[in-house]
């Protein structure tokens, strides 16, 4: 592990200009599982999951910039071995050089390309948390009654699954011993679902999911995530990018923050002018600020390159590992936050 580590954290070192600090970090977590309930329900499963990330901060004189990216994987054994930290290196140094001279970006609303990968954290967060009957139950939820009829725009369909093979999120049965499987969420706009344990169903009336987990025995289960994302669509990335005039193409995203019924706002690690539908140059301090039940209804275009990303989720039942995704996605219209 730590011949890896080193050979990737030296790659970094020679790739990157105006390094300040670089990370490259790995974790395993092995699991044992049982359940065995008074209904008769008994089940084991063995989880495996495995985590690098690679981070570096630039600086040179006034100019900052700071780049991460994680990859992830269940059940492979193999993972670190296999691991490409050749082609990551090259992604974050050649990213962060571009960042490092990026001009700021004007404050606005402008309509927004979004990445694939983990450009689906703001589904996660702003819409996929709000899809728990948790949230039901506590009454922090707008669509609490609004199953089976339309929170999104017609472009948007939406799945939480347990069961894609390596994600970050997927596991053979949740933590109350019931098999996974997949939940639709969200049909061309259409509420279909909601995300429901065992608890959550007796008292809210909405069907099992196999989505009751917790990070130990420490917690009770709670309706979570496992691997969430917006479907691929028919267009491709260059037909959203050549439909915007003047926008922003978020490419990598950060931190932020989520209120309780669905206000968020994310910083963007790596953002694109967009002008006559060409990109232009990059831009950094841009922010994502809105709430999900607008937004949701401003998805108008979906691309064909769907792809996952690992991550952490924490909620009443601890953190857990959860997948976030989507293809690219095009929102008309979102209050991007500058200088």
């Not at 994987?73 to 082609?87: C, E, G, I, V």
Request: hydrophobic content about 35%.
């Amino acid at each position: 592990m730590a011949d890896i580590l080193l050979a990737g954290s030296n790659l970094l070192r020679q790739k990157t200009q105006h390094l300040q600090s670089r990370r490259l970090s790995y974790f395993r977590d092995w699991q044992e599982v049982m359940v065995a309930a008074s209904d008769g329900t008994f089940g084991r499963d063995i989880r495996l999951t495995q985590s690098a990330v690679a981070s570096v901060l630039c600086a040179d004189g006034e100019h900052r910039a700071s780049i991460g990216e994680r990859h992830g994987d269940t059940s492979n054994p193999d993972f670190l071995r296999q691991w490409d930290y050749t082609a990551l290196t090259d992604t974050v140094a050649e990213a962060a050089g571009k960042m490092l001279y990026a001009d700021y970006v004007e404050s606005g609303t402008y309509p927004v390309i979004m990445a694939n990968q983990f450009g689906g954290v703001i589904f996660h967060e702003a819409c996929g948390h709000l899809l728990e009957t948790t949230q039901i139950e506590r009454g922090t939820t707008p669509f609490a009654d609004k199953k089976g009829e339309k929170i999104a725009h017609e472009n948007l369909t939406a799945w939480d699954e347990g069961i894609t093979s390596g994600a970050f999120g997927s596991i053979d049965m949740d933590d109350e011993g019931m098999p996974a499987q997949r939940t639709l969420l969200i049909e061309n706009g259409v509420l279909k679902n909601f995300l429901s344990d065992r608890a959550g169903s007796m008292r809210t009336g909405h069907p099992r999911t196999g989505s009751g987990r917790r990070q130990s025995y420490t917690y009770a289960a709670a309706s979570r995530m496992r691997n969430t994302y917006i479907a691929p669509g028919e267009y491709t990335v260059e037909d959203l990018i050549a439909s915007v005039d003047r926008g922003i193409y978020c490419k990598r995203m950060g931190g932020g923050s989520v209120g309780a019924t669905g206000q968020f706002n994310f910083a963007v690690e790596e953002a694109y002018w967009i002008e006559n539908g060409q990109i232009k140059y990059p831009l950094k301090g841009a922010t994502l600020i809105g709430e999900a039940k607008e937004i949701m209804q401003r998805i108008s275009m979906s691309a064909n390159d769907l792809a996952l990303a690992p991550g952490f989720c924490g909620s009443i039942s601890g953190s857990i590992y959860v997948t976030v995704g989507q293809p690219h996605i095009k929102v008309d219209a979102i209050t991007v936050g500058g200088r």
